[in-house]
């Protein structure tokens, strides 16, 4: 429609969305038809610099970027909002415990998620990038009682992303000819990127591999400690393909995910695959009018379930230090 879809983006004058506004400002995001307003939250220090990447936004004069707004604010950035994409976390400092960025973090996600739920249009969807993502996801939809659960995602497109890389390059295809990957659990190291479902040109990927030993010996290591390689060699953190892949995961929510392929989209449990309501997780996910569904009935074998299982447990200690914490509204 010519009616400008409302997208709000927190961390905006951080690095990862020095890659993501201008691609969303430019269509990427909701087609060439769709115009879009972006409201754009930092927090106050950094709203000088904002301003400078909304005079860059203004230069590229994009046809169908309608508005943009900054502010400080989240009641008043998120005024009306149809779409959020929470990218702007307190990162880990020198000596700062798990427990102190959880709760630093909190303070950040229970505010936005409160702001969410009384001030975002009806049928707002939330895409949560910044990290502990998915622990931050569930806290932001905690406190957003009035939204439905579903509506909160956290990023986990990239790991997918990254483990479809990884297997192109090793079976010598074209990403093109990967599909049916899965990234289960949570955003960290303790992630399980599985290739027991994904397909290289339609045959199972484990038998054109047909390398256990590399699947589990460099495959899983090279995809969950893929972050940490990224900042020992540019010596900062993933932000282009970290925005390449929020642009994605809320691109396939809203527009939808092909035919005969899922993609991993973090959502909060709803008991599938033996995984305990409670907890926001990467699950193979489809895509249809807007409404994401779990992929059912895949067989885990005795490797992946106890892989799933340790992620899983991950995320629900994150849960119950944050719970304990009182983060959960
Ligand atoms: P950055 O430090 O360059 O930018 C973050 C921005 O967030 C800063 O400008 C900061 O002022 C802002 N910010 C902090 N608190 C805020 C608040 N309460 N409201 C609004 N803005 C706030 O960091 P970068 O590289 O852009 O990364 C952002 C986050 O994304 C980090 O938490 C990072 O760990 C995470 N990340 C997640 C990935 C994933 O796959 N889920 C991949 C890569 C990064």
Redesign the pocket.
Known sequence: SNTPVKVAV????????YNLLFRIAAGELLGPEQPVELRL???TP?LKALEGVVMELDDCAFPLLSKVEIGDDANTVFDGVNLAML?????RSKGMERSDLLEANGA?FTVQGRALNDHAADDVKVLV???P?NTNALIAMSNAPDIPNRRFN???R??HNRAVAQLAQKTGVSVNAISQMTIWGN?SATQYPDVFHALVDGRPAAEVVDDQDWVENDFLPTVQKR?AAIIDARGA???AS?AN?TIEHMRDWVRGTPANDWVSMSVPSDGSYGIAEGVITSYPCTVTDGEYSIVEGLEIDAFSREKIDASVAELNSEREAVHGMGLLG
């Open positions: 927190t961390g905006a004058a951080g690095a990862i969305c939250l930092e927090i950094a990218v702007g976390a307190r990162p950040i990038t910044g990290n993502a956290a990023l986990t990239l790991d955003h972050g953190s993933s932000a970290a892949a």
